[in-house]
């Protein structure tokens, strides 16, 4: 996107003037992100409708869009705000279960802890760890790092100031860590038992 | 340490992001185009709406400010189709079928041409003979080889758009082969250089129903249902829409660089008879 903001501009101006089709190729431009932002603030069963609905509303809302002002967290706070609506209370987001890619077949030597190379099954540690936070951190971890959002899209998608943020992800990481720890602790406990590889 | 471990996972977490898998992404391009097209545009200020046209009208070059002038102009028949059932009579005949054939930067569509037999002229481009279009396009033009087709009957060119001409050669209805709502026309061939772009098949999904099928070993797609917007790059690399003229179901292939369309309310299967029979 950095390399092209005057397009992204010229774009959102035509749409702005009434120009459907400009509309429709910033849609399918920022279709995977509206998409995955919805999924991650209202589950998998409401993301589709939640941002199509953000989309339309969106459109409508066009003539409001000040011009010059950054579109993603402009659109993604439409699209998070009709998820927020969808999200069904009290429901955990069991859906949000991301699969880990097969691949990298862990090594014979255990890779050290500075590594950066996880294998697949300290991915899917890690994920389970994040899954079994709450809604907020989970939320903010996966804008942050799994659909890389900027601050100011995270604090649209979020519905919080961006001051905020940092904070949010901070507490969240923390927490994260505490969870991890405690992993580590019991899987630690599970190799000492003879045949510990399961 | 605290920190330290900290800034450990924030990197696993970046590494596990490399390898998710995420959800895939329903098409909403085409489900919210679907959308707006049937709701009412919302309220624009004119004026910024004026200006910014211009501006981008500006900044375009000679053949895209043609092309966009023309589609403003298909754009506003549209409208105007929509708009009033009177109206839309008029501009229909004018345009020829559903604002569609308004060559940009050509002569006027001609009003439609009461031919022996009836209206085949769908406002395609210049009526010539069979001849002249081959000499005018940049490609053979081929033609079905299908038992009790023939020749057609009505021939067009249009050799402004796309870029390396296009012809669309019209046979007009007979048993087998039903008549237009809109015209005498039983079925329309229309050949150009270009390809169907894949999104083009997103969104006419929406409006209709699409089946993936073959024409000579190579993807072809077969449309059914509602009429159609039908989009592709032409060969100077330019976005180009088209709408259905028949109102019938439409088969669209490519052979090497040619793209192929034919339009008939016959079955796939005769579709694809004729499709496999173009020489």
Not at chain 1, 179 to 187: G, V
Not at chain 2, 122 to 132: A, D, K, T
Not at chain 2, 168 to 195: C, H, I, M, N, Y
Not at chain 2, 207 to 214: H, K, M, R, T
Request: hydrophobic residues 45%; charged residues 25%; aromatic residues 6%.
């Amino acid at each position: 996107m950095e390399g092209r903001p005057l397009d992204e501009q010229e774009l959102v101006e035509q749409a702005r003037g009434g120009d459907a089709r400009a509309y429709e190729v910033l849609v399918r431009r920022y279709q995977d992100l509206a998409f995955r932002t919805a999924w991650v603030i209202a589950g998998g069963a409401d993301a589709e409708d939640a941002a199509q609905e953000g989309f339309v509303k969106a459109w409508y809302a066009l003539p409001r869009f000040r011009a010059g002002s950054p579109f993603r967290p402009w659109l993604l706070a439409i699209v998070a705000n009709e998820a927020r609506n969808r999200r069904r209370s009290g429901r955990r987001q069991d859906d949000l279960a991301l699969r880990v890619a097969e691949d990298r077949p862990s090594g014979d030597a255990a890779p050290s802890p500075e590594a950066a190379a996880l294998d697949s099954e300290q991915r899917r540690l890690l994920l389970a760890a994040v899954g079994r936070l709450g809604d907020s951190d989970r939320q903010v971890i996966t804008c942050r790092y799994f659909l890389e959002l900027s601050e100011a899209e995270m604090a649209a998608a979020l519905g919080c100031r961006r001051g905020t943020v940092k904070s949010r992800l901070s507490r969240a990481l923390e927490r994260l860590r505490a969870a991890l720890a405690e992993q580590d602790a019991a899987a630690a406990a599970a190799t000492k038992l003879p045949g510990g590889e399961r | 340490m605290s920190q330290r471990e900290l800034a450990d996972i924030e990197r696993a977490l970046t590494d596990l992001a490399a390898s998710l898998e995420l959800p895939p992404t329903p098409d909403l391009a085409a489900a919210v185009s679907a959308r707006l097209e049937r709701a009412p545009a919302p309220a624009r200020p004119a004026a910024g709406r004026r200006r910014w046209a211009w501006r981008w009208l500006g900044g375009l070059g000679g053949w895209r400010r043609l092309a966009v002038a023309g589609l403003a102009v298909l754009l506003l028949a549209a409208a105007v189709l929509v708009a009033s059932p009177p109206t839309r009579e008029a501009v229909a005949r004018r345009l020829g079928l559903r604002g569609i054939g308004v060559e940009l930067g050509g002569p006027p569509p001609p009003t439609a041409t009461t031919t022996p037999g009836g209206r085949l002229d769908l406002g395609l481009g210049r009526r010539v003979s069979l001849e002249e279009a081959r000499r005018r396009v940049s490609f053979p033009v081929l033609l079905p080889g299908t038992a009790g087709l023939g020749q057609p009957d009505a021939v067009f060119v249009s050799e402004v758009v796309p870029p390396g001409g296009r012809v669309d050669l019209v046979w007009r209805a007979r048993p087998g082969l039903p008549a237009s709502p809109f015209t005498d026309a039983g079925l329309l061939l229309t050949e150009f250089k270009g390809q169907p772009t894949p999104e083009f098949i997103k969104k006419v999904a929406v409006a209709g129903q699409v089946e993936f099928v073959e024409v000579g070993g190579e993807p072809a797609y077969f449309f059914s249902g509602e009429p159609h917007f039908f989009t592709y790059l032409d060969s100077a690399g330019n976005f180009r829409e088209e709408q259905t003229r028949l109102a019938g179901n439409t088969l669209i292939w490519q052979r090497g660089d040619l793209t192929l369309r034919l339009e008939a309310q016959i079955s796939k299967e005769e579709a694809l008879r004729i499709a496999e029979s173009m020489r």
